[in-house]
């Protein structure tokens, strides 16, 4: 009686801990989304009325702090939260979410005025259709030549849809990251791994890639625009 006591006070301290880390995180990821808005608001107040050249400088500095919050802060949230075909969660590590919801999510709370679910629920190359505008397609080809390609490219954050996936790839001088909620390993869902290795990006035949953050998707973002 009483190890089964003892037993059941561990248990309930652990789940009294779980409850409380679980409250922090939550708390860390409100305050993140609302600092966001805050500087979202900040800067289109800066931007109506402003010269082109003021303009030019304010998209500059909107571009380079979105680039730093989705993918040091958001991404980081989101990191461990399992992967699951029906998983829609709002909420890092909290229940589950599946690949297209992950990148709907982060862009919707980076602030942009999209439909979450209903462009989660679209074909792969959905997305960046809808919002991006330098766009590449590659077809039965090694990862190799993706890797080279996306190295060809400026610093910055990217779309791909694969045959039946969706997620970021960030690149910054030659550290090139695969981020997406990966169904090769549920239990972990969110992660950072390179685009060569046991993954759906490289192990896909279809590969179609969209660079994000260009001028008309910040300024969208400025203006709170609504994309549908």
């Given amino acids: 009686m009483r190890l089964s006591k003892y037993l059941l006070s561990v248990v ?6 779980s409850c409380e880390v679980t409250s922090q ?4 990821y409100q305050t993140l989304k609302s600092n966001i808005v805050l500087k979202q608001q900040q800067l289109r107040e800066q931007y109506q009325g402003a010269a ?6 304010l998209l500059k500095a909107a571009r380079t702090f979105l680039l730093q919050k989705i993918t040091e802060d958001i991404f980081n949230e989101w990191y461990n939260t399992p992967w699951d075909f029906n ?3 709002q909420v890092p590590r909290e229940g589950t979410i599946a690949c297209g919801y992950f990148v709907t999510t ?3 709370d980076a602030g942009f005025n999209i439909p979450r679910v209903k462009w989660a629920q679209l074909a792969s190359e959905g997305v960046i259709l809808k919002v991006c505008s330098d766009i590449k397609r ?5 990862v190799e030549d993706v890797e080279g390609y996306i190295l060809s490219k400026e610093d910055g954050l990217y779309i791909i849809g694969l045959d039946c996936h969706v997620g970021f790839i960030m690149k910054k001088g030659k550290d090139v990251s695969f981020v997406h909620s990966n169904y090769y390993q ?11 290795g046991r993954n759906p990006l490289n192990d896909s035949k279809y590969r179609v890639i969209g660079k994000i953050l260009d001028d008309e998707m910040v300024r969208n973002w400025i203006g709170g625009v609504r994309v549908e």
């Fill in 25 to 28: 995180s939550n708390g860390t």
């Fill in 87 to 89: 998983g829609t969660t």
């Fill in 52 to 57: 082109q050249s003021r303009k030019d400088s």
């Fill in 12 to 17: 309930l301290i652990f789940l009294a801990q």
């Fill in 106 to 108: 982060v862009l919707r």
């Fill in 186 to 196: 549920r239990t972990v869902g969110v992660m950072k791994e390179p685009l060569k």
């Fill in 138 to 142: 590659f077809r039965n080809v090694p």
